[in-house]
């Protein structure tokens, strides 16, 4: 059975950083892509950031510049530093992943909250 596990959000207030770890558990054999989503309540899920299995990234224009995506493959972890936090960044958190001939999974998700 595969998991994704989340941790890192909070409460910040503008203008600070936060960094989201998300661990995938389980037998895999390798991952693809790993991503990022964020998602408003009554709005559909947005890309933030992604990653392929190569390091090539990805941002949402709304991030460039303040956000970093990561990877440690020895680790299955995908990490987003997260830097001059805006009230527009507050929402949950999803981290996905592509795996290799299972498919794509999402975590639980984690809030972020920036207050002004």
């Known amino acids: 059975q595969v998991q994704l596990v989340e941790s890192g959000g909070g409460l910040v207030q503008a203008g600070g950083s936060l960094r989201l770890s998300c661990t995938i558990h389980g037998r895999i054999f390798s991952i693809k892509t790993m991503a990022w989503y964020r998602q408003i309540p009554g709005n559909q899920r947005e890309l933030v950031a992604g990653i392929t299995s190569g390091g090539t990234t990805n941002y949402a224009n709304s991030v460039k510049g303040r956000f970093t995506i990561s990877r440690d493959n020895a680790k299955n972890t995908v990490y987003l530093q997260m830097n001059s936090l805006k009230p527009e960044d507050t929402a949950v958190y999803y981290c996905?992943?592509?795996?290799?001939?299972?498919?794509?999974?999402w975590g639980q998700g984690t809030q972020v909250t920036v207050s002004s």
């Open positions: 996905n992943a592509q795996i290799w001939q299972l498919g794509n999974y």
